[in-house]
Structures are given as structure tokens and as C-alpha cells.
């Protein structure tokens, strides 16, 4: 018997091209707390946490700030992202990969570092109801990524066996965090990284974004 894999989706540069609205909505936090940093930088950060990622972004300008500061930044950012919702659009390709794996009963799941106070953004550009589809965010678990608590939660959602699901992302988190609980990683360059990034973090395949993975979809267990 033909065991079927699970995807796991990530959202942010994966499913939805939001990346860089994220950028600039950090950005703009650490402006208003006047810590400067080159927006490249926090490009290399997204796909974290965002409580892990404002801690490596202050290591990078060696400073050291209370707990208050690090929520405050936070609550900037996803204010700032909020109000540039009407930017934010699915990547090509992304509606019409989740409705083949949908109409060929495969089952799938979104997994997000993000909180749902911002992926809700996300989710609303792609048309997926949280109430009707799986997502897990990072309210929903401990840790998000790198460390591989989101896509089990999403597996467990799915009552998939991690073993046999596919995590598909953009950014090299996603990839070490699928590694680290043993399912297969599959990367997309629509959030910035580059092929070679994404594979040696554990990318089995590299697509360009989900319209490329949708024509390739036979290469990685999916069907048409």
C-alpha cells in the first residue's frame, strides 16, 4: 500500500510573497527604538521566531535589552505589517497547489513562525480559513523555528506520521528545522535564499516558488 506524504506549508515567502514586508516592518520597529541596522541583515533573520530573531538582531548591534523592549519591538513590527496588509498577495502558483493536493486528498498543513496577530494577514491574502485548515503558529507552540516544534504540531494536526510528511519553505530555518525532526525539505527560492543556502541546510529539492513546485510536483511523491 502507497503511503501518502503530508505537506507541511510554511507561509511568509513560501506560500505568500510577505517577505519583505516583514523586513521593512522590523525595520521600522527598530527605527522608532533607535537601534540601526542594515535592512540586509534582518533579511538574513526572517523565518525565526520572532522573539529568537529580535535577540540575534540585538547581538548584532551589541546591545543588550530588558524583556519590555524586545515585546515592544514586536508589537511594533506587527503593527507596521498589519497596515501594509493590502500589499501582501500570494505567490504564484500557491492557490493552485493547495487545490491539487486538496482535490487529490492529500492533506496539508501551514506551520508559521509567525503569531496569528500577523499570519492572519498572511492567511486572508491566500484565502485559507484557519478554521477549516490546519495552522499552527507560534502561539501555538513553545519553540518556532529553527527547532522543529511547529511541524510536528502540524503533523500531529494532519495525523501524519513526520517521518513521511514534506516541509516546504523558503528560508534555511525551515530546512534545519525539518532535518532536526526527520521529515523531507523541500525549498523555494520566492523568500530570498539562494539554492545553494537552502540545500545545505537540508533541502532535498530547490523550486523557484510554488508555481515551479506545482509542475514538479511527481518529483517530490505528489500527484497531478
Known amino acids: 500500500m502507497r503511503l501518502q506524504p503530508a505537506f507541511l506549508f510554511d507561509l511568509d515567502g513560501t506560500l505568500v510573497d510577505s517577505v519583505y514586508q516583514h523586513v521593512h516592518a522590523w525595520k521600522e520597529a527598530l527605527d522608532a527604538e ?25 547581538r548584532e548591534t551589541g546591545m543588550e535589552i530588558g524583556e519590555e523592549r524586545v515585546q515592544r519591538l514586536q508589537r511594533i513590527h506587527a503593527e507596521s505589517y498589519r497596515r501594509n496588509a493590502r500589499a501582501v498577495r500570494p505567490l504564484p502558483g500557491a492557490r493552485e497547489l493547495l487545490a491539487l493536493l486538496t482535490d487529490a486528498g492529500t492533506p496539508w498543513a501551514i506551520a508559521t513562525s509567525g503569531r496569528m496577530e500577523t499570519a492572519s494577514v498572511s492567511l486572508t491574502a491566500l484565502g485559507v480559513d484557519p478554521e477549516r485548515t490546519p495552522v499552527v503558529t507560534h502561539d501555538q507552540v513553545r519553540r518556532a523555528k529553527p527547532d522543529p516544534d511547529l511541524f510536528l504540531a502540524a503533523a500531529e494536526r494532519l495525523g501524519a506520521p513526520i517521518g513521511t510528511a514534506i516541509v516546504v519553505g523558503d528560508s534555511i530555518w525551515d530546512m534545519l528545522a525539518a532535518t532536526r525532526c526527520r521529515a523531507l525539505g523541500v ?19 530547490v523550486y523557484e516558488d510554488p508555481a515551479d513546485l506545482l509542475h514538479h510536483i511527481d518529483e517530490i511523491g505528489g500527484r497531478k
Open 34 to 58: 533607535g537601534i540601526e541596522l542594515s535592512i540586509w541583515r534582518i533579511h538574513r533573520k526572517i523565518g525565526m521566531s520572532g522573539g529568537l530573531l529580535t535577540n540575534q538582531l540585538l
Open 187 to 205: 525549498g523555494l527560492l520566492s523568500g530570498g535564499y539562494g539554492p545553494d543556502e537552502l540545500r545545505q541546510a537540508g533541502a532535498i529539492r
